[in-house]
Every structure is written in C-alpha cells, then in structure tokens.
C-alpha cells in the first residue's frame, strides 16, 4: 500500500467491453500497460461495480484507483499524456463527456500539485452542478476538482493511499471518504469474481 503523499493518483473505470475483454479485464491489462510504460511501482486497488454516472446513462462500470510513485523527471503533463495514450491504446474514443467507454483513466493527484493555480482549482471544485455537464475546462485541473464528491473514486482510492492528503482541504482520502453519505458509499461494491463483467478463465 502506497501511503505518502507524493504520488501520483490514477482512477480507472469502464463500462463497454473492449474486442473480447470484458470492462474488468480491460482495467488490469491497463495497469499493465502503464507499469510497462514507466510507472513500475503501479498499485492497483481491488475492482468494484459502480452505477453509470450520471444514472441511467450507460452500463455499470467497472472502476478502481491506482497509486504511483512519481518518476524522476516526470510532470504531470506527460503522465497525461501516458494516460491518454493508454485509453486510445484500449479503444477509448474522447467525443462524449460522460458518455460509454471502454477505458477510462483519470489523473486524480499528482503529488501535492495545485493545477494550474488555486484561484482555478477553486473556480471548478465550486462550479454549479447544473454547469457541471455543460462546461468543461481546457486545462489540466489538480487535483480533480470533484474527488471529494464521488464515491466511485473514493472508495478503491482508500485501497491504495488512504492518507494522502487533498493540498487545498488538508483532508486525507480516508476522511473525505467518511465525509460521503453512507448510501453512496455503499453503491460502490466490490466486485465478484464469478460477475458477468469478468470474463471467465
């Protein structure tokens, strides 16, 4: 378990099938992929099964959390950049916000960045919710401005870096997490290894 707060905080999630691969599959050939493309110290969280988000919008997804340490000489643009790279790798196509995917990787954390400024960060952690679907920025925000809000982020991320702490709220994962209405914590449940969305060996 990787604990300390310089690290970088993946969240993987996905709800279309990928070829043969179901959305689990897909999630554990993706973290291979970003160990081998540099992250070697890659954790990866258990898998849960999540309600699509926002509700009535797709299949449930598969989702976990990934904590990394950062290495040297990285920055957050090209760990994007890697994310990226991997979500085209595994079929993502990027024309709908909140739409179905086959891979979904989101860079959460990277260390104690605040991106690009706080004065930003704070404009889209407080954005309208009824903004939220409309508007999208058009740079890397840091950390992810709705982390506190989302279960589905939470939840595997408190598998893998339960103390690592928000730079702006100075709250830990494992207190944002308690922050949550039980009821949406519950929603996130771990996933079972006969699901349908696993495929069988």
Not at 126 to 132: E, G, V
Request: aromatic share 6%.
């Amino acid at each position: 378990m990787i604990i300390i707060d310089e690290v970088l905080l993946i969240a993987l999630g996905a709800n279309l099938p990928y070829k043969d691969a179901p959305p689990a599959q897909t999630l554990l050939m993706a973290a291979d992929a970003l160990r081998q493309e540099g992250l070697s110290t890659l954790h990866l969280s258990p898998l849960y099964a999540t309600p699509c988000f926002p509700a009535g919008a797709g299949p449930d997804y598969v989702n976990a959390a990934a904590a990394a340490s950062i290495p040297s000489g990285w920055d957050a643009a090209r760990t994007l950049a890697l994310l990226h790279e991997v979500e085209a790798r595994f079929g993502r196509r990027r024309d709908t916000r909140w739409g179905m995917r086959t891979l979904d990787l989101d860079l959460i954390a990277f260390g104690s960045a605040i991106a690009p400024d706080p004065a930003t960060f704070a404009l889209w952690r407080d954005l309208d919710p009824a903004l939220q679907r409309r508007e999208t920025p058009d740079r890397l925000i840091l950390p992810h401005p709705r982390l506190q809000d989302r279960a589905f982020v939470l939840v595997p991320l408190h598998d893998v870096a339960p103390e690592w702490t928000h730079p702006v709220t100075g709250r830990t994962v494992a207190a944002m997490l308690a922050d949550l209405p039980a009821t949406d914590r519950a929603e996130v449940r771990p996933l079972l290894p006969d699901s349908a969305l696993v495929k069988p060996v």
